[in-house]
């Protein structure tokens, strides 16, 4: 079975093996990412920013931001979601490694993470993070652009777009905040 994944999986793990660079970390979410996290959205939340990399011996992991909660994804053939109110959370970590960007947050003493996550758009998430929980200050800080910021915004305006709840008018969904 492991041979199927490497198969399936294989150009995006040897290119972050071998390059270290997720080419999937600074994408805009997948439908099957969409179907998956908006079940578990609630009508009052308003997707704020998202973060996507690797979960170990897991595959594929999403951490999505909202208003009130922290969504954690390990693996997209997995229905489960972890979802934590903002109160839950402690100690959030967000470190340059050998494969990208690795955040880290603790919930309840559980320690999630997720690695492999692209520059800008681990920078942009954990200091939308920040803002609610107690984080320590990020390692090897990436140094971003307007075009990185600005590619950042389309990616969680697009993700709080498809993932607004049908009873909010486009007036009433959130804009990104910069």
Not at 54 to 73: E, H
Not at 79 to 93: K, M, N, R, T
Not at 109 to 132: H, N
Request: proline share 3%.
């Amino acid at each position: 079975m492991a041979w199927l994944d490497f198969l399936k999986n294989g150009n995006e793990l040897s290119e972050l093996l071998i390059e270290g660079n997720n080419p999937y970390g600074a994408s805009l979410l997948k439908s099957i990412d969409v179907d998956q996290m908006k079940k578990h959205l609630e009508p009052a939340e308003n997707v704020q920013a998202y973060v996507l990399g690797r979960v170990a011996m897991a595959g594929r992991g999403l951490w999505l931001l909202t208003n009130q909660r922290l969504l954690i994804s390990e693996g997209e053939n997995s229905p489960q979601v972890h979802a934590f109110h903002v109160g839950q959370l402690s100690h959030g970590e967000c470190v340059k490694g050998k494969y990208g960007y690795t955040l880290r947050i603790t919930s309840e003493g559980k320690r999630f993470s997720v690695y492999g996550a692209s520059a800008q758009m681990a920078a942009v998430f954990y200091q939308q993070l920040g803002q609610r929980v107690d984080c320590a200050a990020i390692e090897k800080a990436p140094s971003l652009d307007a075009d990185d910021v600005a590619q950042v915004q389309h990616h969680f305006s697009d993700a709080a777009s498809r993932l607004a709840h049908p009873s909010l008018s486009a007036a009433q969904s959130p804009a990104v905040a910069a």
